[in-house]
């Protein structure tokens, strides 16, 4: 990479130090929560907020991604709704002329496969791994009723659009100049996480396997002992220089191992030592997680993460 592209992707990582769940909308115009940035040439990202849905956010609290190949555009996320999933094409169209020909979910959260209904209505193929697709489709409408509750009008035109195309395990998309990796590299944060893996630039949208300005949650059917090992034997291998994580700004895997494989590895670690003391449930939510306190949702996320690590610990 020229040095211009460093200096751009540096001035992107420092600007992590302003990230909070505090700081109002920045893309007042849009419904998007910023506007989309260039990291490197050809690839885009749509920084969310790193705070819970809101009406005010519109539901975009996480990396709504794309990459332009020469003949035409990947998008890596279908947005919280339909309506911010038009907003995201807007700003497509305003940087160029390529049709969007693939929509790529990182999982079956609500703001990554809501607005697949305004894609399908574009007729534009959307891929998500297998485990996903389950997810959606046992959980979808309940998903929806959620986002229309905080969303309400801006719910406007959002259904439940199931992915057409599914992999397992990789999925080589080549288009354009690019040949991307759709990968699932195992399981971690929810059922069906999926990175998008672009080896001629060392570069990867890694979705919500990897954190670092806000806490990584921790499902009722996430397996954090899973997530570790995937990390230390799929993500640390492939040794991406820059990542896109599932919320943040564009980083590096320095950073994103510190605050996910580190926080999840520290927090196993003292709850093992609360266990092995005789610890209960009630006093697990209590274990020292004050190094970690100065990330986004903390005060949402601590307590819960804690439970839940019990709970998959006191079996294990």
Request: charged residues 20%; contains cysteine.
């Amino acid at each position: 990479m020229d040095k211009l592209t460093l200096a751009a992707i540096a001035a992107l990582m420092a600007q992590a130090a302003l990230a909070s769940e505090d700081i109002a909308d920045k893309y007042p115009q849009s419904e998007l929560y910023d506007k989309p940035v260039e990291v490197i040439p050809h690839v885009f990202t749509a920084i969310g907020a790193t705070a819970p849905p809101t009406y005010e956010n519109a539901g975009h609290n996480n990396n709504l991604s794309f990459v332009v190949t020469g003949d035409g555009v990947v998008v890596v996320n279908g947005g919280a709704s339909a309506r911010l999933a038009r907003a995201l094409h807007d700003e497509i169209k305003a940087v160029t002329d390529q049709p969007v020909k693939l929509v790529i979910n990182e999982n079956a959260q609500g703001h990554a496969m809501l607005g697949n209904s305004y894609w399908r209505d574009q007729g534009v193929d959307i891929l998500a791994h297998a485990d996903s697709i389950a997810e959606v489709q046992a959980h979808g409408d309940s998903i929806l009723a959620g986002m229309q509750v905080y969303n309400r009008d801006k719910a406007e035109g959002t259904y439940v659009a199931v992915p057409n195309l599914s992999f397992d395990d990789e999925q080589v998309v080549e288009m354009g100049e690019v040949t991307l990796h759709v990968l699932h590299l195992g399981p971690a944060h929810s059922p069906g996480d999926t990175q998008v893996w672009i080896p001629q630039w060392g570069f990867m949208i890694a979705g919500d396997i990897a954190f670092h300005e806000r806490m990584p949650p921790i499902f009722q059917d996430t397996c954090t002992s899973c997530w570790i090992e995937t990390w230390e034997t799929g993500l640390v291998p492939l040794n991406p220089t820059y990542i896109i994580p599932g919320h943040g700004h564009p980083t590096n895997l320095a950073q994103v191992t510190r605050y996910t494989h580190d926080y999840l590895v520290d927090l196993r670690t003292k709850i093992r030592a609360h266990i092995d003391e005789g610890g209960d449930l009630a006093g697990a939510y209590y274990v020292d997680q004050s190094q970690w306190a100065h990330l986004d949702t903390f005060e949402e996320l601590a307590t819960k993460n804690a439970g839940r690590v019990f709970e998959e610990m006191e079996w294990e």
